[in-house]
């Protein structure tokens, strides 16, 4: 079974209500699953989740999967992080003042 990788945003002000400001898939092939999505400090977003599409451990294990994208959502980049003997995902993800990011997640057999 296929899934994608998907994000929806919508925004809600006090008296407008704007609609959704992007709609992206992310991912190859196989499943892929987002789990946490953060505006960063310069506007863009930074999503959190994992892929049994992409890195070291794939199709077999997932890898913790980050995309971060411009404010319409396109890839800016991406990354996977794991190793080939464990499942890893990640959970949650956020910047930290230095402009970095930090992810909470779990590593499995």
Request: charge should be negative; hydrophobic fraction near 35%.
């Amino acid at each position: 079974m296929r899934r994608l990788f998907l994000i929806l945003l919508v925004f809600f002000d006090i008296h407008w209500v704007q609609f959704i400001t992007f709609e992206r898939t992310y991912g190859g092939t196989s499943s892929d699953v987002s789990r946490s999505v953060q505006q960063t400090m310069d506007h863009r977003y930074i999503i959190a989740g994992y892929t049994y599409s992409f890195g070291p451990g794939t199709p077999t294990h997932s890898n913790v999967y980050l995309v971060k994208t411009d404010s319409l959502g396109d890839a800016f980049w991406t990354k996977t992080y794991g190793i080939t003997e464990n499942s890893e995902e990640g959970f949650c993800v956020d910047q930290t003042f230095d402009g970095g990011y930090i992810v909470i997640g779990n590593i499995g057999c």
